[in-house]
């Protein structure tokens, strides 16, 4: 502890001998974390937006369908419109909008094309408050109510059918009976989402389609919104318990693959900083290596003195973590600084065509979690510090003999 | 859908009995009836050759059908023999398909019905859909004219609000004697999308029939499909068996 008392100061002192030296190192180190730290913020960030704008395009946070529906979409696995127990449960407060649809799947033609698609008949009122569609019409109406036949059509859609607002499409869907029901709709709205969701998805009033596969009031799926991300274990357990007879899952379990993008997006940090691990640790034995090698007569001097080769492991020691230590903290505020800097948004409205493969919302908001302001910093110092160990075990070793006959 | 295409290839094996030419010449829908009724006979029993043009070359194929009524109809190919045996049933609503390499008999699911038939102009669809151009349509007579010594109706048919059909309108250029000329397919926008051509017509089976007919699109200049009537015969006892899934997978 004494000893340590002596070679603090010594060790800040060296660590400003060669500022040049030492003002790179804490650049590399400082750059390295605020770049961590950055994108860290702006993956979660773009993570959020993404998947909230996908969520609310039209999945919401969870559905409800026929059991065995998902696994075999068709319109034998249909389901009676909410009962009065999942009524109850689906007006809670932790919901704030819920809707119920009839999805199947079906076939588009046109003059010049067949393609297959989903054919999703809605309650319009419903509609307009849980999905973004309805505000993303870039031609024509939205649907005026259940009983409205006209067909809602994504823009790449009406591009490859060639066909366009005003005009007639034929949609085939296998009905009840098991024949393949034709029916041609006019083309009251073409909406712009991203191109995979407008190659797939056709809206049309739900009472029409029901009218025209011979059903009553079945429905193939309730849609809910819950705010609180916390909140929707304990909404879906209760859904459960009020329809214990269908499926009710949450957008995880909906959509694996946005729950597995959702979980890889925190993995892609961590690759960025073991990029950024490499470059520092570089640095850091470069700076500490040349630091030794200058000072072998100083180090053979002190050791003549009195000092141990454990007192001297300690003293290098010590200068790698004042100066990792001092980079990790410019890191640090430089990072807290990008986030407030950009804390009116990230607009990336000018990028949006490039980024719809994304499915990002326009405007990014970055903001703080505390825990990586722990772990990533953190991480670093310790890392950097147990790199720096390799030189200052070289310092240790050097012998008051061996240094004075070392050519300077 | 383009049910006249159908018939023409009911035509192949078509036959009816020759109406006779009562004054209804200037009601285009009843002109379109008779055309379709000269050519649907009780049934039939066809050999034609069909020859596609394709972007990857020209190919022909040989085949045999047989039609019974509206809703009857069993083409077989026959040659050549990388293409025999392939055949298409078609029993009511239903359509079959055999594959003789997979030994298997497919019904035919919504989604395949546009594909096209065999690599031709023709889809499965053309083969299945039959009164729609009579029932399902608007007919005007635009105008009767003279064309090599026999007068010709030229007609515009327009889809009943509401039916499922993709065309904008259909141009039907039939002659006097209920031989259909030309068909045009229109989209909604009024550009012409497809075009049947009859090349030829001879006299087969005690009527005067289109022997050779020209599918062509528009957006495949170069490409085609023509069907060539071999042998016909009309009116013929079929044996019920013929249409049936068995008979189209293991023919007697």
Known sequence: ?408 | MPSLTRRHLMMISAAAVLLPSVAMAQDPGAILRAAFDNWRATSSHVIAEMTIRSSTGTRSLTMESWTEGSDKALVRFIAPARDAGNATLQSGRRTYVFNPRLNQVIQLPASAMSQSWMGSDFSYSDLTKTEQLVNDYTHTLLETRRQSGHVVYVIESVPKRGKPIVWGKQIVHVRADFVLLRQEFYDQSGNLVRTMVTDRVRTMGGRPYPTELTMSSVATPGQYTKIVTQSAAFDIDIPSYLFTRSNLQNPR
């Open chain 1, 1 to 408: 502890m004494e000893s340590l008392k002596l070679l603090a100061p010594l060790a800040w002192r060296n660590l400003w001998r060669n500022p040049r030296r030492t003002v790179i190192t804490l650049f590399v180190v400082s750059v390295g974390l605020w770049s961590i730290l950055a994108m860290a913020s702006f993956i979660t960030a773009w993570g959020q937006s993404s998947r909230d704008a996908t969520l609310r395009l039209l999945f919401a946070q969870g559905q409800i369908h026929a059991e065995g529906y998902l696994d075999n979409p068709n319109i034998n696995r249909l389901m009676d419109p909410p009962d009065t127990a999942l009524l109850a449960a689906l007006n809670a407060p932790e919901i704030s909008n819920w809707a119920a649809r009839l999805e199947l799947p079906a076939v588009v033609r046109s003059e010049y094309k067949t393609l297959p698609v989903t054919v999703v008949g809605v309650l319009p009122e419903a509609e307009i408050r849980i999905s973004s569609i309805p505000q993303k019409l870039v031609e024509g109406r939205y649907l005026s109510g259940p009983e409205d036949d006209g067909a809602i059509i994504g823009l790449n859609l009406a591009k490859r059918l060639k066909t366009a607002l005003g005009r007639r499409v034929i949609l085939m869907i296998t009905a009840q009976d098991g024949w393949l029901e034709e029916r041609s709709f006019d083309v009251v709205g073409i909406y712009d989402a991203d191109t995979a969701f407008e190659d797939t998805y056709i809206f049309t009033g739900r009472a029409a389609m029901q009218t025209m596969v011979g059903l009553g009031d079945e429905i193939s799926q309730i849609a809910f919104e819950v705010p609180e991300d916390e909140a929707l274990e304990g909404v879906i357990a209760s859904l459960r318990a009020a329809a214990p007879a269908h499926d009710v899952r949450q957008w995880r379990k909906l959509s694996l693959i946005m729950g597995a993008m959702d979980a890889s997006m925190a993995a892609t940090v961590y690759v960025w900083m073991s990029v950024m691990m490499v470059m520092i640790s570089i640095g850091v034995i470069n700076t500490q290596l040349m630091a030794v090698f200058e000072r072998i007569h100083e180090f053979g001097l002190l050791r003549a003195l009195g000092l141990k080769p454990a007192h001297v492991l300690v003293l290098v020691t010590l200068e790698s973590m004042l100066l990792i230590g001092l980079g990790v903290l410019i890191g640090m505020l430089a990072g807290a600084a990008t986030v407030w800097g950009l804390a009116g948004g990230i607009d990336l409205s000018a990028f949006s065509q490039a980024l719809e493969a994304f499915k990002s919302g326009e405007v990014l908001y970055l903001e703080i979690r505390p825990m990586d302001y722990v772990i990533f910093p953190l991480a670093i110092w310790l890392l950097g510090v147990w790199v720096a160990l390799w030189p200052a075990w070289r310092a240790a070793k050097i012998s008051p003999v061996e240094a004075m006959r070392h050519a300077t």
